[in-house]
């Protein structure tokens, strides 16, 4: 399995500014996917992180909004941009390893809270 | 359209006791269903994942189960501690693509002394 470290774990900030969080993977993978967790709710996927290449963003998500880059197969960031107490959530990096769905392994997650 | 419900939505149990989660849905074609653990503002951690052939699987104290006919799964947990105390979190995949996975809402547990 594929061990994710993601940061910052948690931070505080001020509406209308910007967060970068980023994700490190120990190995390559072909696959990482950034999620959104609105206070108890479940995952949403925002966006699927293409290396070298956009983003694909899902339905509600925009790349103004939440622009991700992949420079590489093992790194991968994604900034909230502009940001309101709606964006308060745990964001949540993942990686899929194997086909199928196998393996599927979630990064410890950025709890933002935007006052 | 593919759904994950899961039930109870919460649930307080004593330190000790045992408890069984419940999963059902509506996922086609099925690929394989993963029961996660996650801790209050930490990302969810894999505790088991079945495919459509297996029909149980057990990881220490949790034990999955799998009934693909009746598209149902549960989690039971053995000899609760005060550090399951979580939400559990069911997630289903289709075959055809790694985006395709749909998550349940989760059951929040809680362990008392």
């Known amino acids: 399995s594929a061990v994710i470290s993601q940061k910052p774990s948690r931070d505080i900030c001020q509406r209308g500014t910007s967060l970068t969080i980023q994700c490190q993977v120990d190995s390559q993978v072909t696959m990482m996917f950034w999620y959104r967790q609105q206070p108890g709710q479940s995952l949403t996927l925002i966006a699927t992180?293409?290396?070298?290449?956009?983003?694909?963003?899902e339905s509600g998500f925009v790349i103004d909004k939440f622009p991700i880059s992949r420079p590489n197969l093992t790194f991968s960031t994604l900034t909230v941009s502009n940001m309101s107490p709606e964006d308060s959530s745990i964001y949540l990096c993942?990686?899929?390893?194997?086909?199928?769905?196998?393996?599927?392994?979630f990064g410890s997650g950025t709890r933002l809270t935007v006052v | 359209k593919n759904q994950v419900e899961q039930s109870p939505q919460s649930l307080i149990i004593l330190e000790g006791k045992n408890c069984t989660l419940q999963c059902n849905y509506t996922v086609s074609p099925f690929s394989n269903l993963r029961w996660y653990k996650q801790d209050t503002g930490r990302g969810p951690v894999s505790l088991t994942i079945m495919t459509f052939s297996e029909n149980t699987k057990s990881n220490g104290r949790y034990t999955a189960t799998l009934d693909a006919d009746t598209k149902q799964s549960s989690l039971h947990i053995t000899a609760s501690q005060l550090s399951d105390s979580a939400s559990y979190i069911c997630?289903?995949?289709?075959?055809?693509?790694?985006?395709?996975?749909?998550f349940g809402t989760g059951t929040k547990l809680q362990v008392i002394p």
């Open positions: 993942s990686v899929v390893l194997g086909k199928d769905n196998y393996g599927y392994t």
């Open positions: 997630v289903v995949s289709a075959s055809g693509g790694y985006q395709k996975v749909t």
């Open positions: 992180a293409n290396q070298g290449s956009e983003a694909t963003y």
